[in-house]
């Protein structure tokens, strides 16, 4: 007995130092029961996050999960905007709600050209600690699902961002499971960004097709709109990989003050708009002799056909 109580003892010393090696929540011990029966439970994470409105956490089955992939798409490299702010919200989300806070980008060289970089004044004003960001550019897109897929079994990150480009063939079902296994296993989300790409298939738990939506004007602290102004970004959502039948569409604005999700309203004429052109101008009287004339056409010279 004495000889098995030291092995599990070396047993669990040894899983503690993989854990922090790799950067997992270590093995608890239970310390009610005697030491050659003792049992092992790790620290769970919560499966989901909610997004706080009724019908998108019913769409989602509860909100988005933590162990699996979500993937956000545009049709675009125009709509880049859209699908970078509404992830980049996503992570906000997941960062206030999970334990832990540091996330990374792992950006495309090809769509940093066209998109532009994370801006970190920017990533601050829009609900996120930059202080626990981190950003990668890898040269190859097999470097780039390696850091994945590295960050991802780590268990260190509260998400990981791949922002790819279009459908590659380096990045197909095969190397889609391989992430979400590695996500399923550390209960860790990856963000799968896909500027310009089609639908596919992959092993996403949920996909969206992101677009820009028109904005809001700002709300006042007295509640009227300022008019001419604009509020919060606002995202035009399609569900489009999920358990409903069929796609559903949601218009959603990103509250960066308290990070949270809202659903954008109609847009309304506001009492302090202003009526007709705020840049005028001058009013000129009309011409004493009338519009020019349309001018004669000049002599028409014919050609040869060349064959």
Known sequence: ????????????????????????????????????????????????VAMGLPDMDAALDGGLPLDGITEIRTSAMRNAGAGSGFVLALAALIQRQAEASALLWIGDRFSNSEAGLPYPVGLAQYGLKIKHFLQATPRKLEEALWLAETAAASGALAATI??????????????????????????????????????????????????PG???????????????????????????????????????????RDRLFILAQPPESSCLSISGSTHSGTGLPAPADGPDRTPALGRLVAFGRAS
């Open 162 to 211: 791949l922002e790819i480009r279009g459908n590659p063939s380096a990045f197909g079902l095969s190397e889609s499971r391989r992430l979400s296994l590695r996500a399923k296993a550390a209960r860790r989300p990856i963000l799968l960004l896909r500027h310009a790409g089609e639908e596919e298939a992959s092993s996403a738990v949920f996909r969206f097709r992101a677009e």
């Open 214 to 256: 028109p904005a809001s004007e700002r709300v006042l602290p007295n509640g009227a709109m300022l008019g001419g102004s604009i509020g919060f970004p606002a995202f035009r959502l399609t569900l489009e990989k999920s358990r409903n039948p069929a796609p559903l569409s949601f218009t959603l604005e990103w509250n960066s």
């Open 1 to 48: 007995m004495a000889k098995h109580a030291t092995a599990q003892e070396r047993l669990f010393a040894l899983r503690k130092t993989i854990a922090k090696l790799e950067g997992k929540a270590p093995t608890l011990v239970s310390e009610e029961q005697p030491q050659g029966e003792q049992k092992t439970k790790r620290i769970r994470f919560p499966h989901r």
